[in-house]
């Protein structure tokens, strides 16, 4: 069974840094472009950061760009997102999905069509 199991999320300080982590299950997703959404109440999931198979990173909106940085561990199969310069509306829940289409702009609209998702981790940028 496939799964993307998101940590890493918590509190931080507005300026601090934060990483995610993403380890997902079934050796072949490593060949599937694995990116981190957020989203906050009412509002859609938002592309952050995207890296293609074997680690060609794409930037989300232009709200992160800048600041976030995704690798990915294809031999011990996690996806990393690092953000920087962390600001209160970074606050939301951020999640993990893998998709076998490209990195990009087409990937981020796509959404609702992903084929896997994790559950989420909650990131809370406050003093």
């Known amino acids: 069974q496939v799964q993307l199991v998101e940590s890493g999320g918590g509190l931080v300080q507005p300026g601090g840094s934060l990483e995610l982590s993403c380890a997902y299950s079934g050796s072949y997703l490593m060949y599937y472009s694995i990116g981190w959404f957020r989203q906050t109440p009412g509002n859609e999931r938002e592309g952050v950061a995207c890296?293609?198979?074997?680690?060609?990173?794409?930037p989300g909106v232009d709200a992160v760009k800048g600041r976030a940085t995704i690798s990915r561990d294809n031999g011990k199969l996690t996806v990393t997102l690092k953000m920087k310069a962390l600001k209160p509306e970074d606050t939301a829940v951020y999640y993990c999905?893998?998709?076998?289409?490209?990195?990009?702009?087409?990937?981020?609209?796509?959404?609702?069509?992903?084929?896997?998702w994790g559950k989420g981790t909650q990131v809370t940028v406050s003093s």
């Open positions: 890296a293609t198979y074997p680690n060609n990173s794409s």
């Open positions: 999905a893998a998709d076998q289409g490209i990195c990009g702009t087409n990937w981020y609209r796509n959404a609702n069509g992903m084929d896997y």
